[in-house]
């Protein structure tokens, strides 16, 4: 399962990240596409009408670990980079999770450790 956290749009048979912006949306590619223009070496980017995109919602993964909720913001090389969305603050400091900012924990997880991965559209 790859990590997903943000918009994604469907758009002519395909799934794309994306980035809504009034009545147009940006659709993202890692690599060449028709109509997509190269932004950096592996980002290519088209703005097309908010009419012409087939579906627009905003992919969340969750997971547990150390058996507490978290979401997962991103993946490196095996690891996890993960959001305690417990709202303990004992509980995220009994973990030993880095703050982040005010009331917000988070840390790396090893993916092997991670439990019950699975995604949540809005």
Same mark, same amino acid.
């Given at each position: 399962?790859?990590?997903?956290? !943000? ?5 002519? +048979? ?5 980035? /809504?912006?009034? &009545?147009?949306? #940006? *659709? ?6 028709? !109509? ?5 070496? +592996? ?5 097309? /009408?908010?009419? &012409?995109?087939? #579906? *627009? ?66």
């Amino acid at each position: 399962m790859s990590i997903r956290h !943000g918009y994604y749009a469907g758009w002519r +048979d395909a799934q794309y990240e994306a980035s /809504p912006d009034g &009545d147009k949306v #940006r *659709l993202y590619a890692s690599r060449h596409a028709d !109509g997509f223009l190269q932004v950096s070496p +592996d980002r290519y980017v088209q703005v097309v /009408p908010l009419a &012409d995109v087939d #579906r *627009l919602q905003y992919v969340t993964t969750h997971c547990t670990w150390r058996g507490e909720p978290f979401v997962v913001l991103g993946e490196h090389e095996g690891w996890l980079r993960v959001e305690y969305s417990g709202g303990k603050a004992p509980v995220a400091e009994q973990l030993g999770l880095e703050p982040f900012d005010r009331g917000v924990y988070q840390a790396w997880a090893s993916r092997h450790e991670v439990e019950d991965l699975r995604e949540e559209t809005v």
